[in-house]
């Protein structure tokens, strides 16, 4: 149980800052290149990335389930537990990006942040999940703090997030009302 967040954390840097070089590569002056603009190899490098990792989560899951608050003698608890971890730590994740790119932090830094700090978010969500309540309460906190400093950070969060979010998916993927 003890070593749940740390591999969370070392395992989620590795695969996000390999998924930011990918991302980064042949951008063409852009933030990052859309994906819909990835070549047919590097779509199938991220995607065989993304799969390896939340692979890997499920394994750490599986392994240490136990230190969850979660049933951990229900089988679905790990599969649970790998998706909140996974698609919390995403959404952290692609959060973070845009902090740092409407922050105009340079490219290289991204990438040292990427490698180092990418498993932060996964890391919070697990410690959200994990018992004592002393560590939820303390990733709880750590979250919001975050939160709210990368939205100070943004000129105007919605509208930004927004804008990332169509940018990734491309114009059309997205329509507002």
Known sequence: MRWQIPLVWLISSVATGT?????TTGRHGLPVTPLFLLSAGQMLAVVALVSAHVLALFVV????????WLRWSDPRSVVLWTILVAGGGFAGWAFAAVVTFE??????????LAYTCGGLPFALIAGLLARPWQLNAASLMLTVVLVLVGLTLIPRPL????????????AGGIRMY
């Open 61 to 68: 899951g599986w392994r240490t389930i136990e230190g969850s």
């Open 103 to 112: 922050s105009d932090f340079s490219l290289v830094a991204q990438l040292i």
């Open 159 to 170: 509208q930004t997030l927004v804008t990332y979010l169509q940018y990734m998916v491309g």
């Open 19 to 23: 998924i930011a070089v990918l991302l």
